[in-house]
Each structure stands twice: as structure tokens, then as C-alpha cells.
Nanobody, 113 residues
Framework: QVQLVESGGGLVQSGGSLRLSCAAS????????MKWVRQAPGKGLEWVSSITTGGGATSYLDSVKGRFTISRDNAKNTLYLEMNNLKPEDTAVYYC??????RGQGTQVTVSS
């Protein structure tokens, strides 16, 4: 079955960095577009970034452009999100999501001011 396991979250100060990882299994990872979404406390899911199957094209939420970088390693079946210059408004549970809607359990990112 599809498994998506996120890791790398934590507590950082404003301006800090984190690198999230998502280990995928149970499906042909390299054949699927992938995305990161997040859910802040008391809010709905928000799309953050997407990447095509080969990693050649990426897209970002305006508020994270220039600070976040999505990437993937198809040989390792892993999706990444490099997050720099983090802001308190980035505080959320971050999920990786496969085209088709499968989503992991999430990893908490908390940015203190």
C-alpha cells in the first residue's frame, strides 16, 4: 500500500532553516508528481509547492517563493522541502502528498518569533 513518511520538522527561531523529507513506498514514485501541503493551527490545508515527475519543473505558493525549495531523488524514492528564512507564519503541520490524494501523517514545523 502507499506509504508516505515525513520527517525533519521541529522548533526553530525566525530566520532559521529546516529540511523536510518524505520517504515514499508502495507505488512507482518516479511516475507521480508530488507536492507539499501544510495546515496551520485552526486553518485548512494549504498547498505549498509541487514538483513534476523528473523534477524539471517546480511551483510555489507566493509567500514561500525564494525561501523554500522542493526537490526529489527518484532513486531514493524521497521528496524534500528545503525551508530557509522561516517565519512564524510558516508554523504548520507539513504533509507530502502524491498526485491522487494520498498523504503522509505530517511533520510539525514551529517557528518562534
Amino acid at each position: 500500500q502507499v506509504q508516505l513518511v515525513e520527517s525533519g520538522g521541529g522548533l526553530v527561531q525566525s530566520g532559521g532553516s529546516l529540511r523536510l523529507s518524505c520517504a515514499a513506498s508502495g507505488f512507482p514514485f518516479g511516475f507521480y508528481r508530488m507536492k507539499w501541503v501544510r495546515q496551520a493551527p485552526g486553518k485548512g490545508l494549504e498547498w505549498v509547492s509541487s514538483i513534476t515527475t523528473g523534477g524539471g519543473a517546480t511551483s510555489y505558493l507566493d509567500s514561500v517563493k525564494g525561501r523554500f525549495t522542493i526537490s526529489r531523488d527518484n532513486a531514493k524514492n524521497t521528496l524534500y522541502l528545503e525551508m530557509n528564512n522561516l517565519k512564524p507564519e510558516d508554523t504548520a503541520v507539513y504533509y507530502c502528498e502524491k498526485d491522487g490524494g494520498d498523504r503522509g501523517q505530517g511533520t510539525q514545523v514551529t517557528v518562534s518569533s
